[in-house]
């Protein structure tokens, strides 16, 4: 059995965007992502301590401006891989239409 999971970020970011996705679809999307998130920084705690302690004023400065990126960034990364997956299909294929009508066009 050969699955694939195919990554397509530009499609997901269509659907993020698009008004005819439900609300509650982007909002699990986003929830999945924060939660992926969540759990890396729950992961990084260990070796942020570390840091603290050797480099305690670099490794503040850093650690905070890392954190907020990763966690503005980071969801929204997720979401756009996840989003295609969890969408309603028949929304999918539409904005797949869309997308590469668009791209005959060029």
């Known amino acids: ?3 694939q999971f195919p990554v397509n970020m530009q499609l997901g970011y269509a659907l993020l965007r698009d008004r005819r996705v439900p609300i509650r679809t982007k909002l699990i999307a986003l ?20 840091f603290a302690v050797l480099l305690p004023f670099v490794g503040a400065g850093s650690d905070l401006a890392l954190d907020s990126a990763e966690a503005i960034i980071g969801p929204l990364l997720i979401a756009t891989v996840v989003l295609p997956h969890i969408a309603p299909a028949d ?4 904005i797949r239409a869309e997308s590469a009508r668009g791209q005959a066009r060029s």
């Open 1 to 3: 059995m050969n699955m």
């Open 31 to 50: 929830g999945i992502g924060a939660a992926g998130i969540g759990a890396l920084e729950m992961l990084q705690l260990p070796v942020e301590g570390i």
């Open 91 to 94: 929304i999918v294929r539409q």
